[in-house]
């Protein structure tokens, strides 16, 4: 039994697998399929502080090194963020009698917070009661430049001063309804609150919206923003106010002249939590999809989606620096979310339909694109034609027009091999033109028309179909550096499935016979080495293996088969199946230790020791090109899983889903990081028993 059956549940399946390090010294066992599924256990969040009982909100000190938690019991935590320790925990409160929140004076030297009704401040460093005071309700909130608290009370904003605490009312009084929210502006001056003005009942249509902006110097309010019926969260940075809706809905203001920039919808229930980065580039919303979106505040794109939690997310707040993300949520947890760095787990992208993929860049962090109503053949000059990138880091797509336009008119066929850069492009004339769009070499090869097939490895090798006018065309392999003919065969297929390989010490030539055989040739040597038979149906793809021991192939067969190349017989095991239909490229991971598959009906991942299923993920429900590239990157850190297209087909768009696969040295630094943590070792038992009884 794997360990994906053994622990359902993430949290135990996680210590599971703590339970599999290894230590200094003994034989590191584990393969790719043990760091996908230690990935699986995991959200996209960098550290995860686990809580007895759900948590309501958060709160940073200025320069980001202490955040404070609240529970819905009235319990705050004081946190260390450079040490991930836990400080201090105050009591207070009883559970589930009304929502709390905290708030930590930007200063580092006070703690505020409503624990059922009772506003408490105190000292950090001392741990000394400073105020208490009766009848308070959430939302607190201290001034960016620690002057101020303020706090909601059963009649309206009140304002205390930090210097001598006394305090004054904000503005007229209001009868304040459930969930109040407000947000001083940076330079202090200002502060927007919404009061939602009625007493709590369930139907939240009986509220009455208000999004006010109070003076602070003057005690007036400057005027309302409108337009968004019922607001939960306010967040701004002085120039903009965002506010998000129990609806789902984000309204923006600009401040200066309170007109609505843009309003949005960013969840499917209420939102929760909002926060604006300190630049104000970035807006975070989380709420009843248990998911965080971060928005761009110029074009309002969806930039980044990031996941982990399991249940609703009720507070957000950046880090200073705006690099981390910090969420409290109902599922018992707070998070760190590093959310400049490359997605840490399984990500979806949107892509256009009229887009084929040809695999990842070299580089490994880059989907390359094109559009194939672009190259129609012949190539002519007054046709432009772009490369398309998707950055996998930010999710944004980048197009840039070929500089290598002059140089491929006139080619009438072109291939390209999945994991390298380059087009492959050829010409009546006997050219074969090789480009990345910017960088071309042109190989000329003989005076007929020719079809390149595939560049070697390490680019000493080209393999092409010679197409004489009045001749049978063949195929050659050519060197380029000796501008030889080294071999000469049967014209052979060209098409964007793998139909032939060379190994990457170059030393074999693998293609596509007669009868559904493989022939085997040695390079060096200048002979036929093998014919591979056993194959009884139509065969696709070939692939060896990183040290060029094994080749596998695959078809339409639902079944890939692997070689023993010296040997030219079959290798032991040589049969991975299970699959229900054809199966496309087989893919090797960087260690040659797993073998990836996809078939048409689902995608495996295999040990190539053993034959062994060791993954299986099912395919897109919708047939698209997407299932024939190729499914791991040339490092092996990320894996493709899934095509679907988008349910609505007038958006002509395809749902990409990638997976990263983490190093074992990067997780195995995770697993001691984790395992010093005093926070998670406070709360691991209670977190089991609990996991066990949902």
């Given at each position: 039994m794997n360990?994906a059956?053994?622990?359902?549940d993430k949290?135990?399946m996680?210590?599971g697998?703590?339970?599999a390090f290894?230590?200094?010294?003994q034989d590191?066992?584990?393969g790719?399929?043990?760091?996908?599924?230690w990935?699986a256990?995991?959200?996209?969040?960098?550290f995860?502080?686990?809580h007895?009982?759900?948590?309501?909100?958060i709160?940073?000190?200025a320069?980001?090194t202490?955040m404070?938690?609240?529970?819905?019991d009235g319990?705050i935590?004081l946190f260390?963020l450079?040490?991930?320790?836990?400080l201090?925990i105050?009591?207070?409160g009883?559970k589930?009698?009304n929502?709390?929140s905290?708030?930590?004076?930007p200063?580092?030297?006070l703690?505020?917070?409503d624990?059922?009704?009772m506003?408490?401040v105190?000292?950090?460093?001392s741990g000394?009661?400073i105020?208490e005071?009766?009848h308070?309700m959430?939302p607190?909130s201290?001034s960016?430049n620690?002057?101020?608290l303020?706090?909601?009370t059963?009649?309206?904003?009140r304002?205390?001063?930090?210097?001598?605490w006394?305090?004054?009312r904000l503005?007229?009084p209001?009868v304040?309804?459930?969930?109040?929210?407000?947000a001083f502006?940076?330079?202090?001056k200002?502060?927007?609150?919404s009061p939602?003005?009625k007493?709590?009942?369930f139907?939240?249509s009986?509220y009455k919206?208000?999004?006010?902006?109070?003076n602070?110097e003057?005690?007036t309010?400057e005027?309302e923003?409108?337009?968004l019926d019922l607001?939960s969260?306010?967040t701004?940075?002085g120039?903009?106010?965002?506010?998000?809706?129990?609806?789902?809905?984000v309204?923006?203001?600009?401040?200066?002249?309170?007109r609505v920039?843009?309003?949005?919808?960013a969840d499917s229930?209420v939102?929760?939590g909002?926060?604006l980065s300190h630049?104000?580039k970035?807006?975070?919303?989380g709420g009843?999809?248990q998911?965080?979106?971060?928005?761009d505040t110029?074009?309002?794109?969806?930039?980044?989606?990031?996941?982990?939690?399991?249940?609703?997310i009720?507070d957000?707040?950046?880090?200073?620096?705006g690099?981390?993300?910090?969420?409290?949520s109902k599922?018992?947890s707070?998070?760190?979310w590093?959310?400049k760095?490359?997605?840490d787990?399984?990500?979806?992208?949107?892509?256009?339909l009229h887009?084929?993929?040809?695999g990842?860049?070299?580089s490994g962090?880059?989907?390359?694109?094109?559009?194939?109503?672009?190259?129609?053949?012949?190539?002519k000059?007054?046709?432009?034609?772009s490369?398309?990138l998707?950055d996998?880091?930010?999710g944004r797509w980048t197009?840039?027009?070929?500089?290598?336009?002059?140089?491929?008119v006139?080619?009438t066929s072109?291939t390209?091999?999945?994991?390298?850069?380059?087009?492959?492009f050829?010409?009546e004339?006997?050219?074969?033109?090789?480009?990345d769009g910017?960088t071309?070499?042109s190989?000329?090869?003989?005076?007929?028309?020719v079809?390149?097939?595939?560049i070697s490895?390490?680019?000493?090798?080209l393999?092409?179909?010679?197409?004489?006018?009045n001749?049978e065309p063949?195929?050659?392999?050519w060197n380029?550096?000796?501008k030889e003919i080294?071999a000469?065969?049967p014209?052979m297929?060209?098409?964007y499935?793998?139909?032939?390989?060379i190994?990457l010490?170059e030393r074999f030539?693998a293609?596509?016979g007669?009868d559904?055989t493989?022939?085997?040739w040695l390079i060096?040597?200048?002979?036929e080495?093998a014919t591979?038979r056993?194959h009884a149906w139509n065969?696709?793809?070939?692939?060896f293996?990183?040290?060029?021991?094994?080749?596998?192939s695959s078809?339409w067969?639902?079944?890939?088969r692997?070689?023993?190349?010296?040997?030219g017989?079959?290798?032991?095991?040589h049969l991975?199946q299970d699959h229900?239909?054809g199966v496309?490229?087989?893919i090797?991971?960087?260690?040659g230790?797993?073998?990836?598959?996809?078939?048409l009906?689902?995608?495996?991942l295999?040990?190539?020791?053993?034959?062994?299923?060791l993954l299986?993920?099912?395919s897109?429900?919708?047939?698209?090109?997407f299932?024939?590239?190729?499914?791991?990157?040339a490092?092996?850190?990320?894996?493709?899983?899934?095509g679907?297209?988008?349910?609505?087909?007038t958006?002509?768009?395809r749902m990409l889903?990638?997976a990263?696969?983490?190093p074992l040295?990067?997780?195995?630094?995770?697993?001691i990081?984790?395992?010093?943590s005093?926070?998670r070792s406070?709360?691991?038992?209670f977190?089991i028993i609990?996991?066990?009884?949902?």
């Amino acid at each position: 039994m794997n360990l994906a059956e053994r622990f359902p549940d993430k949290f135990l399946m996680e210590n599971g697998f703590r339970k599999a390090f290894t230590e200094p010294g003994q034989d590191d066992l584990r393969g790719i399929e043990w760091s996908y599924l230690w990935q699986a256990s995991r959200g996209d969040e960098i550290f995860t502080f686990p809580h007895e009982i759900m948590v309501n909100g958060i709160s940073l000190s200025a320069d980001g090194t202490r955040m404070a938690s609240v529970d819905v019991d009235g319990k705050i935590r004081l946190f260390d963020l450079d040490s991930r320790k836990l400080l201090r925990i105050y009591e207070g409160g009883t559970k589930f009698t009304n929502v709390i929140s905290v708030a930590l004076a930007p200063d580092g030297n006070l703690l505020a917070a409503d624990q059922q009704g009772m506003l408490r401040v105190w000292n950090i460093d001392s741990g000394e009661t400073i105020l208490e005071q009766e009848h308070m309700m959430a939302p607190v909130s201290f001034s960016p430049n620690s002057r101020f608290l303020a706090a909601t009370t059963e009649t309206g904003l009140r304002i205390w001063n930090t210097a001598d605490w006394t305090s004054r009312r904000l503005g007229e009084p209001l009868v304040i309804g459930w969930m109040p929210s407000l947000a001083f502006t940076p330079d202090s001056k200002r502060v927007v609150f919404s009061p939602k003005q009625k007493p709590y009942i369930f139907s939240t249509s009986q509220y009455k919206a208000k999004v006010m902006v109070y003076n602070l110097e003057d005690n007036t309010m400057e005027g309302e923003l409108t337009g968004l019926d019922l607001p939960s969260v306010i967040t701004t940075d002085g120039t903009i106010v965002a506010a998000g809706g129990f609806g789902g809905d984000v309204c923006v203001w600009d401040l200066a002249s309170r007109r609505v920039i843009r309003k949005f919808r960013a969840d499917s229930g209420v939102i929760f939590g909002i926060d604006l980065s300190h630049d104000g580039k970035i807006l975070a919303t989380g709420g009843c999809d248990q998911v965080i979106r971060l928005w761009d505040t110029k074009t309002f794109e969806n930039t980044h989606l990031l996941k982990g939690h399991r249940n609703e997310i009720w507070d957000l707040k950046f880090s200073p620096d705006g690099r981390i993300l910090i969420s409290a949520s109902k599922d018992h947890s707070v998070r760190l979310w590093d959310w400049k760095r490359l997605p840490d787990k399984e990500f979806e992208y949107t892509v256009p339909l009229h887009l084929n993929c040809r695999g990842f860049s070299e580089s490994g962090d880059v989907l390359l694109f094109y559009d194939p109503n672009e190259w129609e053949f012949p190539l002519k000059r007054t046709k432009s034609r772009s490369d398309y990138l998707l950055d996998l880091a930010s999710g944004r797509w980048t197009s840039a027009i070929r500089s290598d336009s002059e140089a491929i008119v006139g080619a009438t066929s072109m291939t390209w091999e999945p994991g390298q850069d380059e087009f492959l492009f050829g010409k009546e004339d006997g050219t074969v033109v090789i480009s990345d769009g910017t960088t071309i070499q042109s190989v000329h090869v003989t005076d007929h028309p020719v079809e390149p097939l595939l560049i070697s490895p390490k680019r000493r090798y080209l393999l092409l179909n010679v197409l004489p006018k009045n001749a049978e065309p063949y195929a050659i392999l050519w060197n380029i550096e000796a501008k030889e003919i080294v071999a000469q065969y049967p014209k052979m297929l060209q098409f964007y499935r793998k139909r032939q390989a060379i190994s990457l010490d170059e030393r074999f030539l693998a293609y596509l016979g007669e009868d559904f055989t493989v022939k085997l040739w040695l390079i060096p040597e200048k002979r036929e080495w093998a014919t591979l038979r056993g194959h009884a149906w139509n065969l696709s793809w070939l692939e060896f293996s990183p040290d060029g021991r094994l080749l596998a192939s695959s078809g339409w067969e639902a079944e890939c088969r692997l070689w023993d190349v010296e040997k030219g017989a079959k290798a032991s095991p040589h049969l991975v199946q299970d699959h229900r239909s054809g199966v496309g490229q087989p893919i090797f991971s960087p260690d040659g230790c797993t073998l990836a598959t996809n078939g048409l009906s689902s995608r495996k991942l295999w040990s190539v020791a053993t034959g062994q299923e060791l993954l299986s993920f099912p395919s897109p429900q919708v047939l698209q090109g997407f299932n024939y590239f190729p499914v791991m990157s040339a490092k092996g850190d990320y894996l493709i899983w899934a095509g679907d297209q988008l349910p609505d087909d007038t958006k002509k768009e395809r749902m990409l889903r990638i997976a990263r696969v983490p190093p074992l040295a990067e997780i195995d630094e995770e697993i001691i990081r984790q395992s010093n943590s005093k926070t998670r070792s406070e709360y691991e038992k209670f977190n089991i028993i609990e996991t066990k009884q949902r």
